[in-house]
């Protein structure tokens, strides 16, 4: 699965009837379409992170998280994003960023809980 897949995922995720009873789930949709102020900061950090691992993936027909001096790298970014989850999201769900980081992590073969 393509890490933007993921992100289409989460936000299909969010459109389920479950997630549509919270307003939280309602801004978080929004949120992530329309991005403001901070929320633009940590949208485009995921966003890059998802890109450069599917466009890795498609040139080198390999995981970003299989290269020995890459996918360290990229862990270190979706890793650090993890941590930004701790500051300003404005609109954003910080408990829906966290699952779709993690499973970003797992799409990679790396562990997120270590």
Request: aromatic share 6%; with cysteine; glycine share 10%.
């Amino acid at each position: 699965m393509t890490h933007q897949h993921l992100i289409e995922k989460m936000l299909r995720d969010t459109k389920s009837k479950r997630f549509h009873e919270n307003p939280w789930g309602i801004r978080h949709v929004a949120t992530w379409n329309s991005p403001l102020s901070a929320e633009v900061g940590i949208v485009h950090l995921i966003e890059g992170a998802a890109t450069y691992a599917d466009v890795h993936r498609e040139r080198y027909e390999s995981k970003v998280g299989d290269d020995g001096i890459l996918g360290p790298a990229w862990e270190a970014i979706v890793r650090s994003c993890l941590t930004m989850l701790n500051g300003e999201l404005g609109r954003l769900d910080g408990g829906t960023l966290d699952k779709l980081l993690r499973d970003m992590l797992r799409e990679e073969g790396i562990e997120p809980d270590v």
